[in-house]
Structures are given as C-alpha cells and as structure tokens.
C-alpha cells in the first residue's frame, strides 16, 4: 500500500469523507420541524462464522463497516456520535477492536489493537469492545437533558439476542424519547455512487476476471470438466491479486446453462455443447461479475452461433441505450424486453401477434431473470436502492460546491456544472431453451446462453470495465482452447 491508505488504493481521508457524508445525510433526513439535537451511528463488523468444530470459514467483513473504516478484523463496532455544540456533519468515530493479547498473537497472529487502530485506520478514538456499553453509557449522560437523539442501527445484522443488541437497547432505554433507525438505505445511497478511487478499484477486479475466464476458456476442450473449469477461473483470478471469487461460479456445460444459479459445477462437457459461466473477483474490497458463453470445442455450431448472436446484437444494445439515454434498471429491462420479443418472434420462439400480458410471459420463459444490478463490494450491490433508479444526471444532493466534483450520480456542485458519474451496473441479458422444451424448434433445444459485462455511468457516457474479456463469436473461438495467458501479475 502506499503511504496514508488504510487498505489498498483507498486513503484515511477517504474514510473520513465517507464518514462526514453519512452524519451529513443523516442530520438531512431527520424531521426538520423536531431535529434531533444528538445523533449516534453503531455500525458492527461480521462475526467469525465456523465450518465445523473449530474450524471457521474465510472471513469477509460486514461491507458497510468496511466501507466507513476499512477495518478488516472481527467484533469491531464503529460509533459515530455528535459532539455538544459542534454542528453535524462534525463528529467523533470511535471505533472499538479486540485487544491484542498474547493468546491472540500466538493462535491467529495478532490484531490491530486498541492502541495502534487510530493512527492505522485514521479515526479519532479506539477502545476494547468490552468497552463499548461503559462508552455508550458515558455518551447517555453527557446528552441527558440537553435535547432529543437520534440512534442509528439495525437489528438485522446481528444477533437479536446478542449482547451488542441487547446494548443498544439500553442506550435507546437511557435516552428516553430516542428515535430508532437503521442506517443501511442512508450508507447504501453513499455506496452506490463510486468516488475516482473507487472506480479505480473496479476496473482492476473487472480486468482480473476478465483475464480468468479468458484463462478457462483456454483450458476448454471436449470432455473437460466443469470443475477444472472453476479451478482454473479461481487460480487466475487470485494470482492476479484478488483476495477470492466474489461468489460461487457458475459453470455449466450442455442443458445445464439452462439453470440459472447452478453451482454444482461437477460434470463433464461434451464435445459440441456449450460452456455458460458466471464468474467475478473480490479485489481489495470491490467486486467483478462476467457471464460468457462458449462452445467447449472451440466452434459455434450455426444453431449456437444464430443464438449467441442473437443475444449479443441484444446486450450490445443495451449498452448503448446506457450509453444515449441513461434509463433506470427497470427502463432498461423494458428496453431487453422489447428487444427480445421482436429477435425471438424472428426466430420463431414467439408470436408477433399476442397481446401484451401473453408476450410478456412467453419471452420471460426465455430470460426470466432482470436485465441488471448494481454493482460495487457487493456482487448484487446495494440491495435497498430500487431498480427505478434513473442513470442519468439530475438527481441531486447537497454537496459542496467543487468538492465532489467527481464523485457520481449526485450532482448539484454549480449552475449547470455536472459531477462526474460513478455508478456500476451489470448488464445481462439471457436466453434459455432447456432440452425439455418440446414447443421450441428442437435445434436450438437444450442451449443457454448469457452475455454480462460490468457498466460504469460516466458523465460521457458509459465505460465497459469488462471489455478485455472476449466476446464476439470470433474472439471466443480464437481463446478457447488457444494459447493460456503466462502473466499473472496484479491488474
């Protein structure tokens, strides 16, 4: 890393912006007839989860934690308060670690400790978690009777019965009146805007999957099996820096393209039958997602090539739709919809002559999944940010002026000054013919085919993060079973 980042590509300043935007946001939303004179944001970290006895899985930290702090470790709890008679966005973070004890050191190697967290991760305090209930105990006297409060926390992410829940509790107990929300939409709406070292970042886990799925293809060959396949995608991608698969891969081979998440990736592939995988990378913090199609002998039959081109003319499309016009998730689904209604009734997989409600069902037995997602440390990003969403300029907060000026989607900096975009999505649509399908031609039965590519909103227009990996019907077939990539330094 280089001086003054917390993790890689992503400094202590950054935090703290991320951080003063929060308590910004939040002292926004609150009722503006009553504000709340106090506000205090509790944000924990994920908890060791195990495999078996002794045993624990990887570890993945709580996102929003991660993106407000950029710690890495176990049972923390970061605590955004604000101060008496300072104004929000200025506030304290405190954030409370494991100490760093002798048994710790010796059986997992140590941590941060309450004593180095400041200086490494930039905020203002650190304490022991055991702590926490004392601190929080303290900041309750220090706002009784000084006016209302507002707690910022959610329940869901962790243990109802726990002992930080049952924590809160007293703290909302303590501060009779005390408002009760969650902060997950709030710290959403900052994470689906990605700042320039965001986007960074981004790029860099989309050429790392890109350049491991071309690694797969060139592993591909009749009689392969879908489980080398995965292999060779996971090799790839963390030789080339990235910390794991962002999620489970699909690799499906013959009739199984046709279902969607299957994971079980433990066939073989036979010669003449498709290879669909669905593969991403998590790299310093910031996830990948790529679908490619491709025939495992390195040749599309013309019934596979008549489909993928068909798919393709249709993604392609869509990009530039994103491109032109900026429409929400929801628009550019209507935008496959309509698209995919008119190629199929070309092929004759659909009527031209049916009415909207009976069209509508028979092209999503073709693809009946969304067109897209958002994307960011999260595969499927931002959850709670709806699909209504238009990509386009407009859509306004408050900032100051200049200050984000390259930050995205937010975009009131000065009269008719526009910030730079930075929202990721995926666009991906499909198209699905299980063998079973007695009432579809039976040449193009059992084929499956899904083309994704990573999409950053720009102020231009878009940019395709995943255009290194290979697409066109002449690029795939050039990779699969050509020459592996030796290369595998960081993206």
């Given at each position: 890393?280089?001086?003054?980042?917390?993790?890689?590509?992503?400094?202590?300043?950054?935090?703290?912006?991320?951080?003063?935007?929060?308590?910004?946001?939040?002292?926004?939303?609150?009722?503006?007839?009553?504000?709340?004179?106090?506000?205090?944001?509790?944000?924990?970290?994920?908890?060791?989860?195990?495999?078996?006895?002794?045993?624990?899985?990887?570890?993945?930290?709580?996102?929003?934690?991660?993106?407000?702090?950029?710690?890495?470790?176990?049972?923390?709890?970061?605590?955004?308060?604000?101060?008496?008679?300072?104004?929000?966005?200025?506030?304290?973070?405190?954030?409370?670690?494991?100490?760093?004890?002798?048994?710790?050191?010796?059986?997992?190697?140590?941590?941060?400790?309450?004593?180095?967290?400041?200086?490494?991760?930039?905020?203002?305090?650190?304490?022991?978690?055991?702590?926490?209930?004392?601190?929080?105990?303290?900041?309750?006297?220090?706002?009784?009777?000084?006016?209302?409060?507002?707690?910022?926390?959610?329940?869901?992410?962790?243990?109802?019965?726990?002992?930080?829940?049952?924590?809160?509790?007293?703290?909302?107990?303590?501060?009779?009146?005390?408002?009760?929300?969650?902060?997950?939409?709030?710290?959403?709406?900052?994470?689906?805007?990605?700042?320039?070292?965001?986007?960074?970042?981004?790029?860099?886990?989309?050429?790392?999957?890109?350049?491991?799925?071309?690694?797969?293809?060139?592993?591909?060959?009749?009689?392969?099996?879908?489980?080398?396949?995965?292999?060779?995608?996971?090799?790839?991608?963390?030789?080339?820096?990235?910390?794991?698969?962002?999620?489970?891969?699909?690799?499906?081979?013959?009739?199984?393209?046709?279902?969607?998440?299957y994971t079980n990736n433990n066939r073989t592939v036979d010669d003449g039958q498709l290879v669909l995988m669905d593969a991403g990378c998590?790299?310093?913090?910031?996830?990948?997602?790529?679908?490619?199609?491709?025939?495992?002998?390195?040749?599309?039959?013309?019934?596979?090539?008549?489909?993928?081109?068909?798919?393709?003319?249709?993604?392609?499309?869509?990009?530039?739709?994103?491109?032109?016009?900026?429409?929400?998730?929801?628009?550019?689904?209507?935008?496959?919809?309509?698209?995919?209604?008119?190629?199929?009734?070309?092929?004759?997989?659909?009527?031209?002559?049916?009415?909207?409600?009976?069209?509508?069902?028979?092209?999503?037995?073709?693809?009946?999944?969304?067109?897209?997602?958002?994307?960011?440390?999260?595969?499927?990003?931002?959850?709670?940010?709806?699909?209504?969403?238009?990509?386009q300029p407009g859509m306004v907060i408050t900032v100051e002026p200049g200050k984000y000026a390259r930050l995205g989607m937010v975009i009131?900096?000065?009269?008719?000054?526009?910030?730079?975009?930075?929202?990721?999505?995926?666009?991906?649509?499909?198209?699905?013919?299980?063998?079973?399908?007695?009432?579809?031609?039976?040449?193009?039965?059992?084929?499956?085919?899904?083309?994704?590519?990573?999409?950053?909103?720009?102020?231009?227009?878009?940019?395709?993060?995943?255009?290194?990996?290979?697409?066109?019907?002449?690029?795939?077939?050039?990779?699969?079973?050509?020459?592996?990539?030796?290369?595998?330094?960081?993206?």
């Amino acid at each position: 890393m280089k001086e003054g980042e917390v993790t890689p590509g992503l400094t202590a300043d950054e935090f703290a912006d991320r951080r003063r935007r929060l308590m910004e946001l939040l002292a926004r939303q609150a009722p503006q007839q009553q504000p709340p004179q106090h506000q205090v944001v509790i944000v924990p970290a994920a908890r060791v989860s195990h495999l078996s006895e002794d045993i624990p899985h990887p570890f993945r930290q709580a996102t929003d934690l991660l993106y407000l702090s950029g710690c890495q470790e176990p049972e923390a709890v970061l605590v955004l308060h604000s101060e008496p008679g300072r104004p929000l966005p200025e506030h304290t973070a405190t954030l409370f670690v494991q100490r760093n004890t002798a048994h710790r050191q010796l059986w997992e190697g140590g941590c941060t400790g309450p004593a180095a967290a400041p200086a490494m991760l930039g905020v203002d305090r650190a304490a022991g978690t055991a702590e926490l209930g004392r601190y929080l105990e303290c900041l309750a006297a220090d706002w009784a009777g000084t006016g209302t409060a507002a707690v910022w926390f959610d329940f869901s992410a962790v243990d109802v019965h726990g002992p930080l829940s049952g924590t809160v509790r007293d703290l909302v107990t303590s501060l009779r009146g005390a408002a009760l929300e969650s902060p997950r939409r709030a710290i959403q709406s900052l994470r689906l805007v990605k700042s320039p070292a965001e986007q960074r970042l981004m790029r860099k886990a989309a050429r790392c999957a890109s350049a491991a799925i071309r690694d797969a293809m060139a592993a591909s060959r009749p009689g392969v099996s879908e489980h080398e396949l995965y292999a060779r995608v996971e090799f790839g991608a963390r030789m080339r820096g990235a910390e794991r698969l962002a999620y489970p891969p699909v690799v499906a081979g013959g009739d199984r393209t046709n279902v969607i998440h299957y994971t079980n990736n433990n066939r073989t592939v036979d010669d003449g039958q498709l290879v669909l995988m669905d593969a991403g990378c998590e790299l310093h913090g910031y996830c990948s997602d790529i679908t490619r199609t491709w025939p495992v002998n390195g040749v599309f039959s013309r019934q596979q090539k008549v489909l993928y081109n068909t798919l393709l003319e249709v993604q392609e499309a869509l990009i530039d739709v994103v491109r032109t016009s900026r429409p929400s998730l929801d628009g550019l689904y209507g935008h496959m919809f309509r698209m995919l209604s008119e190629r199929l009734a070309d092929l004759g997989l659909v009527g031209f002559n049916r009415e909207k409600g009976q069209l509508f069902r028979s092209v999503q037995r073709f693809c009946p999944h969304h067109v897209g997602h958002y994307l960011g440390m999260d595969v499927h990003d931002t959850g709670l940010i709806p699909k209504n969403l238009p990509l386009q300029p407009g859509m306004v907060i408050t900032v100051e002026p200049g200050k984000y000026a390259r930050l995205g989607m937010v975009i009131t900096v000065e009269p008719g000054k526009y910030a730079r975009l930075g929202m990721v999505i995926t666009v991906e649509p499909g198209l699905y013919i299980p063998a079973a399908d007695t009432s579809s031609p039976e040449e193009f039965r059992g084929m499956g085919f899904r083309i994704e590519d990573d999409i950053l909103i720009t102020e231009t227009g878009c940019e395709v993060l995943s255009e290194e990996c290979p697409k066109t019907v002449d690029a795939i077939q050039r990779a699969v079973g050509g020459p592996s990539p030796t290369d595998f330094s960081a993206v």
